[in-house]
């Protein structure tokens, strides 16, 4: 596991987590009003206690994103993947509140994200553990 921050304001922001397949996108405006800055916390992880779906096999690293505020504009997370077809890829997530272990991820029920031959992109609001997962074991 490794971990980096950034100092979030209302500016519009592009963060490039360079050798670890991570970009963001943050729109101007997109704290709530009144909030100046924020931090978020980013945390990324090869492996760990996951529980995917059924058939499905992760194909990226797992980032694991808090901040203590909501965006009030979606932020474009772009998260390198190793899959081989895009058109089977999905975004799984599990929440960071979550107690027990394994962590079970999901798939992201909307949106469901853009995938090129080496990045998967989707818009959030709000963030916890992401991943990019493969049809087929």
Known sequence: ITETSISVTNEAQAFHWAGYGLKLHIPPASLPTGVEQSDLVIKASLKGQFQFPENKTLVSAVYWLRCPVKFTKPVTLKIQH??????????????????????????????RGVFSSDYGAVTLFSFSGLGIVQEGG
């Open 82 to 111: 190793c899959g081989k077809y895009p058109g089977t890829l999905s975004f799984v997530r599990a929440m960071c509140s979550q107690k027990d272990l394994p962590y079970l991820f999901q798939p992201l029920a909307s949106p």
